[in-house]
């Protein structure tokens, strides 16, 4: 009954394969939020994969059904040991982005596991599956080491993270009672490289809107009307042009963030960007006096994400009707959530472009959140992985993704640690996502040893 033969444990776990057969097990569950033809899978998922595993390790278990209509349900699952104990609370989402599967390389399917040099390939692999499955089998392998996990535990698993979350916020105030905590310590995202732990403690908020120029019915010739008709692609274009420079600098006053304090500068002290897992990092790209760490994590960015005018697959001599461009603003805490489109709408008109409408989006988006690295539990669990691996984790303010990071620290008032299980280079929300099988036998180890030292040192704070 010792932390090391609970790691062992671990290790047995996937050393003999039972990790890779449990996650192609949850693979092969079609769950695309985003689809209403694959509604079905989500319920599915909850009672015939999640809850079953939790009630073998003595856990009590509850779907519930969405407060927004046609969204998908959760689980609530708890196992309470004992009165007076620290509670860990955890989170997880079982649903994944769009399959694309036509997309993925010969010999993959987005819903098949496969494992190939040191990888397996599946949607969902990386986000979210694997870490939540990562988070199970450590809490399984402290109980089965010591008998019990030395702590209450609480799951809440939702079903609609990749469509912005609908309504795990009212369903978390609705049911706060249940779900109190002394902390959360949860897993998504990557890693910053794949042979070091990383966490963080929030997350950079996402706003999500479209910019449309709409200005006649149909399109003309471009001969007959060029010169006389305005151009909206050029309109848009231009429009765009004055919210950044040409390196991408945020131009709209109310965008540029007041938070990138000393402190945060410091936690951010060489943190690596680059590397061998994804691509090369512009260097000329993005706000200049800041470092690359700074940029994605300390900062704002703005992103076109999709833009169209007129069919470009197979182009006609006419002067387009419309034009629009599918666009994202990144943002760190120091920014007013609740003024970024209006301050865009300023911005707009001060430069004449009052023909430009906003339309937001119409799923949820995240807000941002941070907590310091100085927090009692960041340091306990910042303790904990430096035992296990002999290095120092990663250790970000927040993520530069975006998570719903704000459900658990604002509605249910907790300090949040999250410790991703993923890396950069997974694919994520991409054709052959995938994940490292070194990376996941690592997580399993991290996180044995993280319940097991909750449970043998108590509360921290």
Not at 332 to 346: E, M, N, S
Not at 347 to 359: N, R, T
């Given at each position: 009954?010792?932390?090391?033969?609970?790691?062992?444990?671990?290790?047995?776990?996937?050393?003999?394969?039972?990790?890779?057969?449990?996650?192609?097990?949850?693979v092969?569950?079609?769950?695309?939020?985003?689809?209403?033809?694959?509604?079905?899978e989500?319920?599915?998922?909850?009672?015939?994969?999640?809850?079953?595993?939790?009630?073998?390790?003595?856990?009590?278990?509850?779907?519930?059904?969405?407060?927004?209509?046609?969204?998908?349900?959760?689980?609530?699952?708890?196992?309470?040991?004992?009165?007076?104990?620290?509670?860990?609370?955890?989170?997880?989402?079982?649903?994944?982005?769009?399959?694309?599967?036509?997309?993925?390389?010969?010999?993959?399917?987005?819903?098949?596991?496969?494992?190939?040099?040191?990888?397996?390939?599946?949607?969902?692999?990386?986000?979210?599956?694997?870490?939540?499955?990562?988070?199970?089998?450590?809490?399984?392998?402290?109980?089965?080491?010591?008998?019990?996990?030395?702590?209450?535990?609480?799951?809440?698993?939702?079903?609609?993270?990749?469509?912005?979350?609908?309504?795990?916020?009212?369903?978390?105030?609705?049911?706060?009672?249940?779900?109190?905590?002394?902390?959360?310590?949860?897993?998504?995202?990557?890693?910053?490289?794949?042979?070091?732990?990383?966490?963080?403690?929030?997350?950079?908020?996402?706003?999500?809107?479209?910019?449309?120029?709409?200005?006649?019915?149909?399109?003309?010739?471009?001969g007959?009307?060029?010169?006389?008709?305005?151009?909206?692609?050029?309109?848009?274009?231009?429009?765009?042009?004055?919210?950044?420079?040409?390196?991408?600098?945020?131009?709209?006053?109310?965008?540029?963030?007041?938070?990138?304090?000393?402190?945060?500068?410091?936690?951010?002290r060489?943190?690596?960007?680059?590397?061998?897992?994804?691509?090369?990092?512009?260097?000329?790209?993005?706000?200049?006096?800041?470092?690359?760490?700074?940029?994605?994590?300390?900062?704002?960015?703005?992103?076109?994400?999709?833009?169209?005018?007129?069919?470009?697959?197979?182009?006609?001599?006419?002067?387009?009707?419309?034009?629009?461009?599918?666009c994202?603003?990144?943002?760190?805490?120091?920014?007013?959530?609740?003024?970024?489109?209006?301050?865009?709408?300023?911005?707009?008109?001060?430069?004449?472009?009052?023909?430009?409408?906003?339309?937001?989006?119409?799923?949820?988006f995240?807000?941002?959140?941070?907590?310091?690295?100085d927090?009692?539990?960041?340091?306990?669990?910042?303790?904990?992985?430096?035992?296990?691996?002999?290095?120092?984790?990663?250790?970000?303010?927040?993520?530069?993704?975006?998570?719903?990071?704000?459900?658990?620290?604002?509605?249910?008032?907790?300090?949040?640690?999250?410790?991703?299980?993923?890396?950069?280079?997974?694919?994520?929300?991409?054709?052959?996502?995938?994940?490292?099988?070194?990376?996941?036998?690592?997580?399993?180890?991290?996180?044995?040893?993280?319940?097991w030292?909750?449970?043998?040192?108590?509360?921290p704070?």
């Amino acid at each position: 009954m010792t932390r090391t033969s609970a790691i062992e444990s671990a290790e047995t776990f996937f050393d003999i394969g039972l990790f890779a057969q449990e996650l192609a097990d949850l693979v092969a569950y079609e769950t695309e939020s985003q689809e209403p033809s694959k509604s079905t899978e989500l319920p599915g998922y909850l009672e015939k994969a999640m809850a079953p595993r939790f009630r073998e390790m003595g856990f009590t278990c509850e779907i519930h059904p969405n407060p927004v209509e046609n969204a998908g349900p959760f689980l609530v699952a708890e196992r309470i040991e004992e009165d007076g104990l620290p509670t860990v609370l955890s989170y997880g989402h079982g649903d994944v982005i769009r399959a694309q599967t036509d997309q993925w390389r010969n010999g993959l399917h987005p819903f098949r596991l496969v494992e190939e040099n040191g990888r397996l390939y599946g949607r969902g692999t990386a986000d979210n599956k694997s870490q939540h499955l990562i988070n199970m089998a450590a809490l399984n392998a402290v109980l089965q080491t010591r008998g019990s996990l030395g702590f209450n535990c609480r799951v809440i698993l939702e079903m609609g993270e990749e469509m912005g979350s609908p309504g795990l916020s009212a369903f978390c105030e609705d049911h706060k009672d249940d779900l109190v905590a002394d902390v959360l310590i949860a897993s998504d995202g990557p890693r910053l490289q794949p042979d070091t732990p990383t966490m963080f403690m929030g997350a950079r908020g996402g706003v999500s809107f479209d910019l449309i120029v709409d200005l006649r019915e149909g399109a003309h010739h471009s001969g007959n009307w060029g010169g006389l008709l305005a151009d909206p692609a050029m309109i848009l274009a231009q429009a765009l042009s004055t919210i950044t420079d040409a390196r991408g600098q945020i131009r709209i006053p109310e965008w540029r963030p007041t938070s990138l304090t000393e402190d945060v500068r410091e936690a951010l002290r060489n943190l690596p960007v680059e590397g061998s897992d994804g691509p090369e990092v512009d260097k000329d790209w993005g706000e200049e006096s800041l470092t690359p760490a700074e940029r994605v994590y300390g900062w704002n960015s703005f992103a076109v994400l999709a833009m169209k005018s007129g069919v470009p697959e197979a182009p006609v001599n006419a002067i387009p009707a419309h034009a629009k461009a599918a666009c994202q603003l990144r943002y760190v805490v120091g920014t007013d959530q609740a003024d970024i489109l209006p301050a865009l709408r300023r911005h707009l008109d001060a430069h004449g472009f009052q023909s430009v409408e906003i339309v937001p989006h119409a799923r949820g988006f995240f807000n941002a959140t941070r907590l310091s690295p100085d927090h009692p539990w960041a340091k306990f669990v910042a303790r904990s992985l430096e035992e296990t691996t002999g290095k120092s984790p990663h250790i970000l303010p927040n993520l530069a993704g975006s998570l719903p990071n704000e459900v658990f620290s604002e509605v249910l008032g907790l300090p949040t640690v999250w410790v991703p299980h993923s890396y950069r280079g997974c694919s994520q929300h991409a054709p052959n996502e995938h994940v490292l099988k070194s990376v996941s036998r690592n997580a399993l180890r991290l996180m044995t040893g993280l319940f097991w030292d909750i449970g043998e040192k108590a509360r921290p704070c």
